[in-house]
């Protein structure tokens, strides 16, 4: 079987492709093919001129513009390691991920300049400081972006690279502390291969030539939008399977999401496939379609992928009415575990939501590591072997809790709790994280959180346990309303038992107007827990 180095690939199939191929689309500014290879190129130099040497870690700290996969690139060029910073961290949890990750330098944005000079003095290790957008006027000891990309040699880089060359990709909130997820070049090219197999159901390439060939007839024609954040694995990956495979990644200016500037995007340029995160994506998405019936020509879009967080069949189905040829995929995955199950809803079928078919290397094991059966009924900790990255970046220990060793195979068990039945459907019940035992009852959050989303004035749910002198836990929602629409607690509880079981049904509600969701769409539960706490500690 083939190996892969992703640096090899992006030179390769760069020099197949013709010079003027669209490859970064940021508004109004398009940048080709030659040009992108000639700026990554160069800035790969730059970077080991500067200090660095393989193996070298470089932190990226800028929302989603064409810097960010340019650096990428480079990086992936010259053997040096990605570092993803989530660009709403404040200066103490940034120092924590540049400190963690031992990175030597940073791509930032000038957006960020005033944070930046805040947090260098703690982080002497950091030798390059390298700055976006700030032109000539830069703080001491800071080099210009703009100028590393456009001076020094531009053809490509004369060095050996290996599959084990690695890039990072940093995921906190189930995993307590940020923590890298050590993935080398040919681990997360086999999980894009076995991606594409899965969605597109076709043989992946087994070889440089062959991949190449699939390139000139298939992948170049994509153009990728990634509407979720590349600070995170969901839009990262996506975008960088478009790259690899010749195709263009399509930025949206700004630092929010706006999904009539998305749909405009589409329609002016041609986008193929986007990728969100579930509901707090696809909802602002649908409802603009909705208000706007046949406003926007979106003939070009083939597919959507969410991952992350569930994304509920009523929106799935919404969609499907404005985009009727497209395919939606619900990939269950994370960091650490890609390509679990999928859920593909198009014109044609459906599988519910939070059910998926399971990827033949997944497994259901009890908390004694026996697996339970299929078909049994029983519930479990989900697993899965085959393509799993190498751990967390220096953390032996919740490496050794995620990365098990189960009767001779190695499982990646990230704490997804599920049941499968007989035909290999799969039922995810939630993170176990997420999990409240009320009077001796569990209750999955995101299974009763589904349920709320399903009643027509519920912009976003997420359910809590807090404190309860009776139950242990109480069932707490806290429900972000759609502007002008008001919901009793009483008609919240009926819609629930005409679902759920009684005791799944919330205890109290507090009312919202803040989405409580990281920017990659997942769910921020101390903050809405803090939130539960605080309204009902004042309702005494």
Same mark, same amino acid.
């Given at each position: 079987m083939a190996t892969w180095n992703l640096g090899d690939i992006l030179d390769v199939v760069g020099s197949h492709l013709p010079a003027e191929h669209p490859t970064l689309i940021h508004g109004d500014r398009v940048i080709d093919r030659a040009t992108f290879d000639a700026r990554t190129?160069?800035?790969?130099?730059?970077?080991?001129?500067?200090?660095?040497?393989?193996?070298?870690?470089?932190?990226?700290?800028?929302?989603?513009?064409?810097?960010?996969?340019?650096?990428?690139?480079?990086?992936? =060029?010259?053997?040096?390691?990605?570092?993803?910073?989530?660009?709403?961290? =404040?200066?103490?949890?940034?120092?924590?991920?540049?400190?963690?990750?031992? #990175?030597?330098?940073?791509?930032?944005?000038?957006?960020?300049?005033?944070?930046? *000079?805040e947090i260098a003095p703690a982080l002497p290790?950091?030798?390059?400081?390298?700055?976006?957008?700030?032109?000539?006027?830069?703080?001491?000891?800071? /080099?210009?972006?703009?100028?590393?990309?456009?001076?020094? =040699?531009?053809?490509? &880089?004369?060095?050996?690279?290996?599959?084990?060359?690695?890039?990072?990709?940093?995921?906190?909130?189930?995993?307590?502390?940020?923590? %890298?997820?050590i993935w080398t070049h040919d681990l997360l090219m086999q999980a894009q291969l076995q991606s594409l197999k899965a969605v597109n159901g076709i043989n992946p390439p087994d070889s440089m030539e062959a991949y190449v060939a699939y390139a000139k007839e298939?992948?170049?024609?994509?153009?990728?939008?990634?509407?979720?954040?590349?600070?995170?694995?969901?839009?990262?990956?996506?975008? &960088?399977a478009s790259l690899l495979g010749g195709g263009c990644v399509v930025t949206l200016p700004g630092r929010t999401f706006d999904p009539e500037l998305l749909w405009q995007t589409v329609e002016r340029r041609g986008v193929t496939a986007m990728s969100i995160v579930g509901d707090v994506f696809a909802k602002p998405m649908l409802r603009v379609l909705d208000e706007a019936p046949g406003k926007y020509d979106l003939t070009s879009v083939k597919g959507i992928v969410s991952s992350g967080v569930m994304w509920s069949l009523q929106v799935k189905q919404g969609l499907l009415k404005h985009?009727?040829?497209?395919?939606?995929?619900?990939?269950?995955?994370? #960091?650490?575990?890609?390509?679990?199950?999928?859920?593909?809803?198009?014109?044609? %079928?459906?599988?519910?939501? #939070?059910?998926?078919?399971?990827?033949?290397?997944?497994? /259901?094991?009890?908390?004694?590591?026996?697996?339970?059966?299929? +078909?049994? +009924?029983?519930? %479990?900790? *989900?697993?899965?072997? +085959?393509?799993?990255? &190498?751990?967390?970046?220096?953390?032996?220990?919740?490496?050794k809790q995620t990365f098990r060793v189960i009767d001779g195979v190695r499982y990646v068990v990230p704490g997804d709790l599920a049941r499968i039945q007989a035909d290999g459907q799969l039922t995810l019940l939630g993170r176990d994280s997420a999990c409240i035992n009320t009077g001796g009852e569990k209750v999955f959050s995101e299974e009763v959180e589904e349920t709320l989303k399903e009643l027509p004035d519920v912009s976003d749910a997420l359910v809590v346990g807090v404190p309860d002198e009776r139950w242990g836990q109480a069932v707490v929602a806290v429900i972000t309303l759609e502007e002008g629409q008001d919901l009793s607690d009483e008609e919240v509880r009926n819609h629930v038992r005409q679902h759920l079981a009684d005791y799944k049904a919330p205890k109290?509600?507090?009312?919202?107007?803040?989405?409580?969701?990281?920017?990659?769409g997942k769910a921020d539960y101390a903050s809405a827990r803090q939130l539960a706490l605080s309204e009902l500690g004042a309702a005494g």
């Amino acid at each position: 079987m083939a190996t892969w180095n992703l640096g090899d690939i992006l030179d390769v199939v760069g020099s197949h492709l013709p010079a003027e191929h669209p490859t970064l689309i940021h508004g109004d500014r398009v940048i080709d093919r030659a040009t992108f290879d000639a700026r990554t190129n160069r800035l790969a130099r730059q970077l080991l001129v500067g200090g660095a040497v393989a193996g070298d870690k470089v932190a990226f700290y800028m929302y989603n513009q064409p810097e960010y996969m340019e650096t990428l690139a480079a990086c992936l =060029k010259a053997r040096l390691v990605h570092v993803n910073v989530n660009y709403r961290y =404040k200066p103490e949890e940034l120092v924590y991920i540049l400190d963690n990750s031992d #990175s030597v330098a940073i791509v930032y944005d000038r957006a960020f300049r005033d944070t930046i *000079l805040e947090i260098a003095p703690a982080l002497p290790q950091i030798t390059q400081w390298i700055e976006i957008g700030g032109g000539n006027e830069l703080p001491d000891g800071t /080099v210009d972006y703009e100028s590393l990309a456009t001076s020094g =040699k531009a053809d490509p &880089l004369e060095i050996d690279r290996s599959p084990d060359d690695q890039i990072f990709v940093y995921t906190g909130g189930t995993t307590g502390m940020p923590k %890298g997820v050590i993935w080398t070049h040919d681990l997360l090219m086999q999980a894009q291969l076995q991606s594409l197999k899965a969605v597109n159901g076709i043989n992946p390439p087994d070889s440089m030539e062959a991949y190449v060939a699939y390139a000139k007839e298939m992948a170049m024609h994509a153009r990728q939008l990634p509407a979720a954040p590349l600070m995170h694995a969901t839009g990262m990956t996506t975008a &960088l399977a478009s790259l690899l495979g010749g195709g263009c990644v399509v930025t949206l200016p700004g630092r929010t999401f706006d999904p009539e500037l998305l749909w405009q995007t589409v329609e002016r340029r041609g986008v193929t496939a986007m990728s969100i995160v579930g509901d707090v994506f696809a909802k602002p998405m649908l409802r603009v379609l909705d208000e706007a019936p046949g406003k926007y020509d979106l003939t070009s879009v083939k597919g959507i992928v969410s991952s992350g967080v569930m994304w509920s069949l009523q929106v799935k189905q919404g969609l499907l009415k404005h985009l009727p040829n497209a395919v939606l995929l619900d990939a269950l995955g994370s #960091s650490e575990a890609p390509a679990m199950g999928v859920s593909v809803t198009t014109a044609q %079928g459906h599988l519910q939501t #939070s059910q998926f078919q399971v990827n033949e290397d997944c497994r /259901v094991f009890d908390e004694n590591d026996h697996e339970i059966p299929p +078909g049994s +009924g029983r519930e %479990g900790f *989900l697993a899965r072997s +085959g393509i799993v990255p &190498l751990g967390y970046y220096k953390d032996d220990q919740k490496t050794k809790q995620t990365f098990r060793v189960i009767d001779g195979v190695r499982y990646v068990v990230p704490g997804d709790l599920a049941r499968i039945q007989a035909d290999g459907q799969l039922t995810l019940l939630g993170r176990d994280s997420a999990c409240i035992n009320t009077g001796g009852e569990k209750v999955f959050s995101e299974e009763v959180e589904e349920t709320l989303k399903e009643l027509p004035d519920v912009s976003d749910a997420l359910v809590v346990g807090v404190p309860d002198e009776r139950w242990g836990q109480a069932v707490v929602a806290v429900i972000t309303l759609e502007e002008g629409q008001d919901l009793s607690d009483e008609e919240v509880r009926n819609h629930v038992r005409q679902h759920l079981a009684d005791y799944k049904a919330p205890k109290r509600v507090v009312y919202s107007q803040t989405y409580f969701r990281f920017p990659n769409g997942k769910a921020d539960y101390a903050s809405a827990r803090q939130l539960a706490l605080s309204e009902l500690g004042a309702a005494g």
